[in-house]
């Protein structure tokens, strides 16, 4: 019992040290920032997805940096903030008071809808031409979104007339893995269409051979061709010349001259092999 209650102890401490941490603007940014990278890990997206260090606009404002930015095919994109004040809301956790948290968690709503307000005003879909008339207003804790909805129930809409959709890291999951799934189908589009273009070219580069292969048939068959004539020459004009000439001088020479046949067979055209290996396909 001694050891439970000093874990509980231990564990109380430190989520008080966590809760006063996350008091500071400087340190709840960071945090933030750090549960949206492991978001993005968990739902396999880190790919696809840019942090602030990386993107970068100018307005008439001063530069601005969405702390995230979801690439989607095409060259589009998601702009996501994720600079939820919070203040209230974690002083709320720290009294008994049920009054006083009510009113805490009302200040934590009144926060959430200026920042919503505000972040509308950055015009985030007019500085990223790629990107849709919204922006994703994301709150790592899930309940810290809860009360402030509890609190003011008309935070949704006001939202949307804003141009500004809220995420909990359930609902950004989710938005991340959509993404995701529609990256995965784009990457077998475009595998189909590398198919596509590795069979056209294979289809030309065989043309081309069986070209080469009919050309390389049609000399041969005009080989066999002059040599056919060059035979019916032989037999009939220097052949009978060169046997009288033995007969006349056979005691000078024993060797007898030779017979000459021509060549029957031609060239196989290269449409009959096509043909052929239609007809008796491999197995």
């Not at 307000?117 to 922006?135: A, H, I, T």
């Not at 809409?157 to 784009?186: C, D, H, M, S, Y």
Request: proline residues 4%; aromatic residues 6%; hydrophobic residues 40%.
């Amino acid at each position: 019992m001694q050891g439970v209650a000093s874990m509980t102890e231990q564990l109380q401490k430190e989520t008080h040290n966590l809760v006063s941490a996350l008091k500071t603007s400087h340190t709840r940014g960071r945090y933030g920032e750090i549960a949206l990278r492991r978001v993005v890990e968990f739902a396999g997206m880190t790919e696809h997805c840019d942090f602030e260090e990386q993107v970068s606009v100018a307005s008439v404002e001063g530069t601005l940096r969405p702390d995230m930015i979801i690439r989607l095919p095409e060259n589009k994109i998601i702009v996501v903030d994720s600079k939820v004040p919070l203040s209230a809301y974690m002083r709320a956790f720290e009294t008994d008071n049920e009054e006083e948290k009510r009113q805490l968690l009302s200040q934590h709503a009144q926060a959430v809808r200026d920042h919503l307000r505000n972040l509308s005003g950055k015009s985030y879909w007019s500085q990223f031409s790629e990107s849709p008339d919204y922006v994703v207003l994301y709150m790592q804790i899930e309940s810290s979104f809860g009360a402030a909805l509890a609190a003011n129930p008309s935070l949704i809409e006001e939202g949307i007339r804003n141009k500004v959709v809220f995420a909990t890291p359930t609902t950004l999951i989710t938005l991340l893995r959509t993404v995701g799934f529609v990256w995965q189908q784009v990457r077998v589009t475009e595998n189909i269409e590398e198919m596509r273009g590795a069979g056209v070219e294979l289809y030309n580069r065989t043309a081309t051979l069986l070209g080469h292969f009919s050309n390389i048939g049609n000399s041969l068959n005009s080989a066999v061709k002059n040599y056919n004539q060059a035979v019916s020459s032989l037999e009939s004009r220097f052949i009978p010349q060169a046997k009288k000439l033995q007969a006349l001088s056979g005691s000078f020479t024993s060797k007898e001259v030779p017979d000459v046949e021509p060549v029957e067979l031609n060239a196989r055209a290269v449409a009959e092999m096509m043909i052929e290996n239609n007809n008796n396909p491999v197995t």
